[in-house]
Structures are given as structure tokens and as C-alpha cells.
């Protein structure tokens, strides 16, 4: 059974960062990529950042130039590094990683980020 387990988020003053955590756990079979995505109040999740076993990443154009996204492969954790963090980031925050021939997906339980103006 694959778990991800989310930590780092948090309170925090616009303008401010965090960086956040997500190590995966159990028999993971063809690691593809690893994810964050978020879901703010009465909105649908989205998409903030990916990255692949080679290290390409792509970004949500919201959050290019702000946030970065990297991994250790060896320890399949990833990382959210948060910068110039607005109100309209506030969110919480899911770790996702996808593996497998079919790109099965697994989800955390996810870390709340509130941005304060």
C-alpha cells in the first residue's frame, strides 16, 4: 500500500515562504512523477507543480517564478518551496505521486497553507 505523507505548511504573511514535504512510502512499482497540487474553498483542486523521474518539471502559470519544486529520488520525497507567497495561495496543499504502466495515482491527505494579507 503506497501512503504519502504531507508536513510543512502553515500559517504565513504574504510575502513570506514555506517549504513543504512529501515522502512516499510502501512498494511503489515504475515511479513516474511526483506532484503538488491544491484545492482553496469552494474551488476545484488544481494542478501546481510536477516533476518527472528525469527531473522536468512544469508549473501552474500562477505560481511560476515563485514556487520550485524538486525531489530525491532515492527517497521518493518531494518538495514545495514556497516564495512570495499571496492570499489567493491559501489552499490545502495534496501530494501526489503517479507509477505504473498505467499511471496509477495516489493522493496524501493533504497539509492546509493559509497566506495572510
Known amino acids: 500500500q503506497v501512503q504519502l505523507v504531507e508536513s510543512g505548511g502553515g500559517l504565513v504573511q504574504a510575502g513570506g515562504s514555506l517549504r513543504l514535504s512529501c515522502a512516499a512510502s510502501g512498494y511503489i512499482f515504475r515511479l513516474k512523477t511526483m506532484g503538488w497540487h491544491r484545492q482553496a474553498p469552494g474551488k476545484q483542486r488544481e494542478l501546481v507543480a510536477v516533476?518527472?523521474?528525469?527531473?522536468?518539471?512544469k508549473y501552474a502559470d500562477s505560481v511560476k517564478g515563485r514556487f520550485s519544486i524538486s525531489r530525491e529520488n532515492a527517497r521518493s520525497t518531494v518538495y514545495l518551496q514556497m516564495n512570495s507567497l499571496k492570499p489567493e495561495d491559501t489552499a490545502v496543499y495534496y501530494c501526489?505521486?503517479?507509477?505504473?504502466?498505467?499511471?496509477?495515482?495516489?493522493w496524501g491527505q493533504g497539509t492546509q497553507v493559509t497566506v495572510s494579507s
Open positions: 501526489n505521486l503517479e507509477a505504473g504502466v498505467s499511471y496509477t495515482a495516489y
Open positions: 516533476i518527472g523521474m528525469d527531473g522536468s518539471t
